[in-house]
């Protein structure tokens, strides 16, 4: 079961936002996450501290710097609790604010100084404490960096529901659809009438990647879900599609968040797993003496008949 919460995203263009560390010249193009907790109380400031750390240490090993023509010096968030709906549903809301610059053909919403871009992630003061915090924070960076914020002034959704950006469209189609237009994004209308829409990814999207990451679980889709799900290790990655929505938006970022799994000794017919339908590709390996780091169950570089006792011991278990 999904443990799911709705989370909403603004854009506040017109905001001011002063900051003190503004005085202080930062190293253009070089991208720096810095927070400022000053709105929160003693208390919520202890609490938070090591998640921001940890918030800020996760898009700084995300994006690498800028694209080119970019001079700015990384954004300046300010994070504050606030009454938004009581517990759950809304966990928190975020977005760029500030003024309006384009810099290298990327629209930027920027401090007073126009160097550094600029947001506020609010929490829920309800849901201040959840054990979601982290991806909470995770998610709402993302909308500040301007995921489904800044689309609109960079010209990447015209259209409900639909993502054209460049970077972004190639990795959805190398990842989850070769014959993709756009990559879908979130439209719904909830009770009420009211519409909700180019904010996220598309949470009805059911498509998965060749690691069996669906996109729906991406963090930048509208529901984010318990992470410490054993059953679904890939709740809340970071797919290459939202990556490359990133370069898009005028970052630059790592090639993809996947990390290959070490190979399983034994697993000759590489499905994850030593069971007896690896006995069969396990012979053909020692028949042919063609190398495969599965097969090479002693770890001595070369399959062969020394490979067939700890085979055994992988199969069996003992
Ligand atoms: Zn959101």
Not at 242 to 253: K, V
Request: charged share 15%; hydrophobic share 45%; net charge negative.
């Amino acid at each position: 079961m999904r443990r799911s919460s709705l989370l909403t995203s603004f854009v506040f263009v017109a905001l001011l936002i002063t900051f003190a560390t503004n005085a202080s010249a930062q190293t253009p193009g070089v991208f720096e996450v810095r927070f400022n907790d000053s709105a929160l109380t003693s208390q919520q400031r202890t609490e938070l501290a090591p998640t921001l750390a940890a918030t800020k240490s996760f898009w700084e090993t995300i994006i690498t710097g800028y694209q080119p023509g970019v001079d700015l010096d990384g954004i300046d968030i300010i994070v504050e609790a606030a009454a938004i709906d009581g517990p759950s549903n809304v966990l928190a809301q975020a977005g760029p604010g500030g003024f309006s610059v384009t810099r290298g053909g990327f629209t930027f919403l920027t401090d007073n100084q126009f160097n550094s871009s600029a947001g506020v992630v609010t929490i829920d003061t309800a849901d201040f404490s959840t054990n979601l915090i982290f991806d909470v924070l995770k998610h709402e960076v993302g909308h500040v960096l301007g995921f489904g914020t800044l689309f609109d002034l960079n010209s990447l959704s015209p259209n409900r529901g639909e993502y054209i950006g460049s970077e972004g469209v190639a990795a959805y189609q190398a990842e989850y659809d070769s014959a993709a237009l756009f990559v879908p994004l979130q439209n719904e209308t909830f009770p009420g009438g009211i519409q909700v829409f180019n904010g996220h990814l598309d949470e009805d999207n059911l498509l998965t990647d060749a690691f069996g990451r669906a996109i729906r679980n991406d963090l930048m889709s509208p529901v984010v879900s318990n992470t410490t799900n054993a059953n679904d290790p890939f709740q809340n990655f970071l797919s290459d599609t939202s990556l490359g929505i990133f370069r898009d938006l005028g970052y630059e970022t790592i090639a993809t968040t996947f990390v290959v799994p070490p190979p399983v000794l034994g697993d000759a017919n590489l499905d994850g797993a030593v069971t007896f339908l690896d006995i069969a590709p396990f012979i053909g390996f020692l028949t042919t003496g063609e190398f495969l780091i599965q097969a090479d169950c002693n770890e001595d570089g070369v399959v062969n008949f020394l490979d067939i006792a700890p085979f055994i011991t992988f199969l069996t278990g003992n």
